[in-house]
């Protein structure tokens, strides 16, 4: 039985608590607020994230870290990607402890990546990225779910494989740790674009195009940051951008879809509740791609829209009468 902390009551922190209780390990969750830890413990359910899943009793949810990560063996960054930096400057997690990240983003203004943020933070070497097309809500119902822990040492990439593996939940491994990290974070801005197309009325031919140019251009970025391609064809590239630009799960799709009906950016965040990581960060990557010269379209085009005004339907038809080019 292994200790482990799971930082953060999020819909993914919340499915991936209950998957390694089941496994047999000693779990608890850390929430943000007293609020939401006092709401879970007196329902035994995130209403607003994972309703109706219950979280069972021996798993205990705090407020306090302090309590949550005492002689953790392995610690879970399950918050949204913005809050990391700032919640682990205040956490003291033990310095033998393996860190998973499970987040999902790139950081504005340093363009790191979530595990270099928890590295230059807090100074351990022991991390894992754990990511691939992974939707909460059918985890925590035992649908079958593959995806890919990810390490430059491939020995704690095998230790979480060992730790989270079993008949519902089955793990791969990588030394990639970069192109699946990059993936993960990119494919939100991807399904950004899918879910406008779903909200302008477009079809399948639409939404084929959107997901195969949008590989292509995270294929450019991430070797150019020094990325195996072959990684974004696997499960944390083309599984979890497929999933996450068809899925009704998505929230990314979702708040796409809001924007393509014409609904403003600050409703269509209220309306979706929960944190939509292509939003937090489209700015970045666009900036980031600016940066060294690379060309991303899609990128670039959802920023316009994000944050210049253009509208939706404008952006598609300027992506479509871009100049003619061999695929």
């Known amino acids: 039985m292994k200790k482990i902390a799971v930082m953060g009551s999020g819909s993914w922190g919340i499915a991936l608590a209950i998957l390694l209780n089941r496994n047999g390990n000693e779990v608890k969750i850390w929430s943000y ?15 607003n994230c994972l309703p109706g899943i219950k979280i069972p009793n021996e798993i205990l949810v705090s407020n306090d870290d302090k309590i949550i990560l005492d002689s953790a063996d392995f610690v879970i960054i ?42 230059q933070v807090c100074r ?9 097309p992974t939707h909460a809500e059918e985890v925590s119902r035992n649908l079958p779910t593959t ?40 494919k939100n801005i991807i399904a950004l674009a899918s879910g406008i197309a779903d909200g302008l009325g477009f079809g399948d031919n639409t939404k084929a195009a959107i997901i195969t140019r949008g590989i292509l251009e995270i294929v450019r970025l991430g070797e150019k940051l020094g990325a195996k391609a072959e990684t974004f064809y696997g499960l944390s590239g083309m599984g979890d951008l497929v999933v996450t630009c068809i899925s009704n799960h998505s929230r990314n799709r979702r708040a796409g879809i809001l924007l393509g009906q014409g609904v403003p950016l600050d409703e269509t965040l209220k309306k979706v509740n929960m944190v939509v990581e ?46 003619a080019k061999d695929e």
């Open 78 to 119: 399950a918050m949204p990607s913005k809050f990391i930096r700032e919640n682990l400057q205040k956490f003291s997690i033990p310095e033998n402890s393996i860190i998973i990240n499970v987040a999902k983003g790139i950081e504005e203004g340093t363009f790191l990546r979530i595990s270099e943020i928890i590295e």
């Open 278 to 323: 292509g939003v937090s960060n489209a700015k970045a990557v666009n900036d980031l791609a600016k940066k060294l010269d690379i060309d991303m379209p899609i990128v670039f085009e959802i920023n316009k829209m994000l944050y210049e005004g253009k509208s939706p339907r404008q952006s598609v038809l300027d992506l479509m009468l871009r100049d």
């Open 33 to 47: 607020s007293q609020n939401e830890s006092d709401e879970i413990n007196l329902n035994r359910e995130n209403k």
């Open 147 to 186: 995806c890919v822990a990810a390490s430059k040492n491939i020995e704690l990439a095998k230790a979480v494989q060992k730790l989270f593996n079993n008949e519902f939940f089955r793990v791969y491994t990588t030394s990639d740790i970069i192109g699946v990290e990059l993936g993960s974070a990119l």
């Open 124 to 132: 351990n070497k022991k991390i894992v990225t754990l990511s691939g």
